[in-house]
Every structure is written in structure tokens, then in C-alpha cells.
Nanobody, 122 residues
Framework: VQLQASGGGLVQAGGSLRLSCAAS????????MSWFRQAPGKEREFVAA????????YYADSVKGRFTISKDKAVNTGYLQMNSLKPEDTAVYYC????????????????WGQGTLVTVSS
């Protein structure tokens, strides 16, 4: 499966963005999908995940209650709705997929999108 992330941009603190992860080659229903982010000088960190069926979701504590992950099977695309954004959310965001159950470890993922930059100004 090939993944293409989009939707990043510059937003003020308190604002919202929706990231998209368009899949091609295979259906996203075959994969658990996650979002990770990497800020300058920091390691890539887990943000959110959704299982293959789309029934179960998982979030990092830092984004719980503000971010929502979803999948739309009709358009084979995953999303990350980000609300109440904070300057500390500034990072390059990556979508990733794996055919086995989700894990929060980047090393476990086989497929990656190219990343999209989110900048939150204070």
C-alpha cells in the first residue's frame, strides 16, 4: 500500500486542522493505521491509531480529547482531525500502516506517507 499525507499548514493556537492520508494499491481496511509526529530535534512519537476494522482507536495522552482519528473506506483515506491546537503540537506528521494490530512503536510499521508539516503559532 502507498500512503500520501496532506493537510498540514500554519494555524494559530486554539485552531483546527484535518490531516488526510490517502491510500492506494490496497484497501486501508487491511491495515491498522497510525499517525506519528516528529518535532525538530526530537524522536518520532505516536499520536493516534485506528484498527483495521475502524472500530477501535488509541491516542497519546497529550492529544486525547483534542484529536480524532478515523477512516473512510469509501475513499480509502484516513484522517486526523486536530482541534484546540497548541504550539507544542508543531511537528511533521506522518501516517503509517501495518497489517498486524496497532502498536505505538514507529519501528513496527511497514508503510509510511511522506509527512506533512503542522505549525501552530502562539
Amino acid at each position: 500500500v502507498q500512503l500520501q499525507a496532506s493537510g498540514g499548514g500554519l494555524v494559530q493556537a486554539g485552531g483546527s486542522l484535518r490531516l488526510s492520508c490517502a491510500a492506494s494499491g490496497r484497501t486501508l481496511s487491511s491495515y491498522a493505521m497510525s499517525w506519528f509526529r516528529q518535532a525538530p530535534g526530537k524522536e518520532r512519537e505516536f499520536v493516534a491509531a485506528i484498527n483495521r476494522s475502524g472500530v477501535s482507536t488509541y491516542y497519546a495522552d497529550s492529544v486525547k480529547g483534542r484529536f480524532t482519528i478515523s477512516k473512510d473506506k469509501a475513499v480509502n483515506t484516513g484522517y486526523l482531525q486536530m482541534n484546540s491546537l497548541k504550539p507544542e503540537d508543531t511537528a511533521v506528521y506522518y501516517c503509517a500502516a501495518r497489517s498486524n494490530p496497532y502498536t505505538p512503536r514507529p519501528v513496527d510499521y511497514d508503510y509510511w506517507g511522506q509527512g506533512t508539516l503542522v505549525t501552530v503559532s502562539s
